[in-house]
């Protein structure tokens, strides 16, 4: 899962940390990446135990072949997908 899925998954609570390592020049040190994928035909958005009457979607809810379209279909002008992704509230 990609950091901008995670946030919207957790409605904006929890934020992907900054990766660091160190180099430890006596030590072999092996990493391995994990990617964990939504079922291409699902949804993506706010998890609904997340999302109550106190505390309002952040998020838009979209088809998962939909969002990885427009992830991957984007032109980069310096703004965030997942700022696109933010619901607007008039509060």
């Given at each position: 899962?990609?950091?901008?899925?995670?946030?919207i998954v957790t409605n904006g609570i929890y934020s992907s940390i900054e990766h660091r390592a160190m180099v430890n020049s006596s030590k072999e040190r092996m990493s391995?990446?994990?990617f964990l994928f939504p079922n291409y035909d699902?949804?993506?958005g706010p998890a609904s135990s997340l999302v109550n009457e106190n505390t309002q979607a952040q998020y838009k809810t979209t088809g998962v072949k939909d969002h990885?379209?427009?992830f991957f279909g984007r032109k980069l002008d310096g703004k965030s997908y997942v700022d696109s992704k933010r619901v607007h509230h008039n509060n």
């Open positions: 899962m990609y950091w901008w899925e995670q946030k391995f990446a994990t699902g949804v993506l990885l379209k427009g």
